[in-house]
Structure formats: structure tokens, C-alpha cells
């Protein structure tokens, strides 16, 4: 289990202090000018999503307290501050493996590292209050059996998640007021979002560490982005993303970070996992029976026509959407699908089960804990999987 985003929020801070903060952070990008090197960004904003590798610290001069009629409402108080970042990032480049396990000291590290880049000093971390925390877990499976495990997540009805909710090829995405659920190939988030971010970080590296003019800088880099890549292919990660609201419910307010232990942030994330893979079963088990779909089409266009459009739903069952859009003209994939939905028929969360000898994805996988295939070790120690927190401080 590793620690991925996490939003802190300071104790109240002299206005001396949060204005000097204010000014350094509107957008501040360390340049080493020598190099060209970028050594950090932070920035006074929200972070975009999951994959921003930014430092976030936002200056606040309000905040909500409850009125006379118990509604929250903003009122001005003692100035603070808001930080949030991928610590996971922050301290190793990367999310592909590896990971802060031990929360209230990547909490403390973080304070740390803001005071050493912003030149100032900031009460200890034991006494800030927790706001966010994403807890992920990785498991090594192969890109094709991740698109296998993305297809049967597509065929799944989740209904108590089904508001917020996002399906796509190669990731799932349930969002909640207290919790959100994600899983998703990192293969190709990875491509998507992180491979420029760190070819650009590489090639400053190796040009500080080796000189600008060395010929073998581009092969170096294109050897580490490679080998993550390739280790990022064969990589299912599974983050659940814990809201302010669930710490406020379980703590009665936001805790402070020596409140929260890696056994209650161990326990949410076994539990909202479990609840969702549980929710899925049972959508998948109320849909209609196999016959009923075959006498209910025969009944109302035929028997030639009510199996020719069985054959149709079954696919639709088996392969999905997607794929049985590719096997069909458009006009006879529309034309099909809207006549199962006039006669009532659905092709969602069904009774049918496929099941082959040549499965990519093993028959006993499931993302929890206990599975076999979870990866808690660092990368094999190769240098070419490797970032060490040394060589982050040689770029910091």
C-alpha cells in the first residue's frame, strides 16, 4: 500500500508569513539557468487530477464555520494555508512502483520540503489537518489482461455508484461524496501523461550530471522512459481517493495527520474496494435470465428474427459496445440494438458468463490485499527502474 495525493491544511499562520508565501506562489518554477533544468513548480491553484506532478499551496484568508441556522458559510479568520501534491511523485518522479508507506512521515517530509524551497519556516506536520489522502495499491498483470479485466468492468452494473461514474477502455472511475474508486491501466496513463514530463526531467538530468554536449544523453533517456514504460504496461493500480467528508465522519472533524494511522487508512481502502467489487456481483446477478431474453425476442419478432437478434445480444453480453460496433455495418448495429430495446431487453449486467481456457486475466485475480499478484517490493534493482531520492535531490 502506498500514498499517492495528499491536501494538508496548516494551523493558522501569521499574515506576514502567508503573504510572503502568496507572493513566491502564484506560479514559481525553480530554473537552473546553468542547465536549463526545471528543479521544481509550485504554484497557487488546484492540482488538474491524479497524474499533475505539481506542488499545490494555496494562501487562505477564509474559511467555513457553521452559522445560526447550521449552515457552513465563509467567514474571515486567522490566515492559512492549503498544500497538496502526489507525494508518490514528489519524492520519486513517478507512481509506476515504489511509494511512501508510512503516512505521518511522508506528511512530515512534505512540510520539510516546502520550507527548504520557499525559504521560510512551518509548524510541524503532527499539527496539521488531513483533508485528502489516496491510498493505491498496484498488481502485476499483463496490458491484455488489463484490457480483459476493463472489458468485464464494462459489462458490470454498479447501481449505488452508477451517478458520477465514467467507464472507459482501459480505466474505471467511481465517484462519491465521501470516496472515489479508480482503477486504470498505468501503461497508458503513463504514456498519456507522465512519459514527456519525464523525458524532459531526464534529458536536464543527465545533462547536469553528464554535460550537455555528452552524445549518449538521448540514448540514457530514452532507456529510462523505456524501461518504466515497458514496467508501467504490465501494471493494473487501483487508488481510492479518501474526501474530507469521510474524515469528518469517521473523526468527527478533520484530524490532525498524528490522528490518522496506516491501519484506519489501510481499513478504508479494503472496505470501499470490497463494497464496490461486492455491489458489482449482485448488479450482475438481478439483470434477466438467458431464456427469458430468447422467448421474450422470439415472442415478439419471430422465431428467424427473435435468434438472429439473440445471437446479437449475446454479443453485446460478451464482447460489449465497442466491439460489437466493429463487427457490425452502423446501420444494422443501431438498428439491432434498438430493436432489443423496444422489446424491453436489456444487455446490461446479464447472467451470461464466458468461460475459456485461454483467459489472459487468471480466473482467481481479485484487487485486494491478499492477491498474489499485488506488488508491495520496490522494481528489480536495475538502474535503469530506478530514481532514488538522491537523484531527485540532484535535480531539486
Same mark, same amino acid.
Given at each position: ?233 504490465? $501494471?493494473?493500480?487501483?487508488? +481510492?481517493?479518501?474526501?474530507? %467528508? !469521510? *474524515? ?7 484530524? #490532525?495527520? /498524528? ?88 444487455? $446490461?449486467?446479464?447472467?451470461? +458468463?464466458?468461460?475459456?481456457? %485461454? !483467459? *489472459? ?7 485486494? #490485499?491478499? /492477491? ?25
Amino acid at each position: 500500500m502506498a500514498y499517492d495525493t495528499i491536501k494538508l491544511k496548516s494551523p493558522s499562520l501569521s499574515r506576514k508569513l502567508v503573504e510572503c508565501i502568496q507572493n513566491q506562489c502564484f506560479l514559481r518554477t525553480g530554473l537552473e539557468m546553468a542547465s536549463g533544468e526545471v528543479r521544481y513548480e509550485i504554484f497557487s491553484g488546484e492540482l488538474l487530477g491524479s497524474w499533475d506532478a505539481r506542488i499545490s499551496v494555496v494562501p487562505k484568508f477564509e474559511d467555513y464555520e457553521v452559522n445560526k441556522n447550521g449552515r457552513p458559510e465563509l467567514r474571515p479568520c486567522e490566515p492559512y494555508i492549503l498544500i497538496e501534491a502526489s507525494v508518490h511523485k514528489v519524492f520519486t518522479g513517478h507512481n509506476v512502483y515504489g511509494g511512501p508507506t508510512d503516512f505521518q512521515k511522508v506528511c512530515s517530509d512534505f512540510v520539510v520540503l516546502l520550507e527548504n524551497l520557499l525559504c521560510i519556516e512551518l509548524p510541524p506536520a503532527r499539527c496539521w489537518t488531513v483533508h485528502r489522502v489516496d491510498v493505491a495499491l498496484v498488481y502485476r498483470l499483463s496490458k491484455l489482461a488489463c484490457k480483459e479485466f476493463f472489458d468485464g468492468m464494462q459489462l458490470i452494473s454498479f447501481p449505488r455508484r452508477k451517478k458520477g461514474s465514467a467507464k472507459y477502455a482501459m480505466a474505471v472511475y467511481f465517484a462519491g461524496k465521501t470516496t472515489t474508486v479508480k482503477f486504470y491501466h498505468k501503461g497508458s496513463e503513463f504514456a498519456v501523461h507522465e512519459r514527456s514530463r519525464l523525458r524532459n526531467f531526464f534529458s536536464n538530468l543527465f545533462a547536469h550530471l553528464h554535460g550537455k554536449s555528452d552524445p549518449d544523453n538521448r540514448a540514457r533517456v530514452e532507456r529510462k522512459i523505456n524501461a518504466l514504460q515497458r514496467l508501467a504496461d504490465n $501494471r493494473l493500480r487501483v487508488e +481510492v481517493e479518501i474526501h474530507s %467528508d !469521510k *474524515l469528518q465522519y469517521d473523526f468527527e472533524k478533520n484530524p #490532525r495527520v /498524528d490522528e490518522v494511522t496506516d491501519a484506519y487508512l489501510q481499513q478504508v481502502y479494503d472496505k470501499e474496494v470490497e463494497k464496490l467489487l461486492r455491489e458489482g456481483k449482485q448488479g450482475m446477478d438481478t439483470v434477466r435470465e438467458t431464456r427469458a431474453v430468447m422467448r421474450r425476442l422470439q415472442g415478439v419478432y419471430g422465431h428467424s428474427a427473435g435468434n438472429r437478434l439473440y445471437g446479437f445480444w449475446s454479443s453485446l453480453c460478451t464482447l460489449g459496445d465497442e466491439v460489437t460496433r466493429e463487427q457490425f455495418p452502423k446501420t444494422v448495429f443501431y438498428r439491432n440494438r434498438k430493436q432489443l430495446e423496444d422489446a424491453g431487453v436489456s444487455w $446490461r449486467g446479464t447472467d451470461v +458468463v464466458v468461460v475459456a481456457n %485461454d !483467459k *489472459l486475466i487468471p480466473s482467481d485475480f481479485s484487487p485486494i #490485499r491478499s /492477491d498474489k499478484r499485488l506488488c508491495y517490493l520496490p522494481a528489480r534493482n536495475r538502474e535503469e527502474y530506478n530514481v532514488s531520492r538522491e537523484t531527485m535531490r540532484l535535480a531539486a
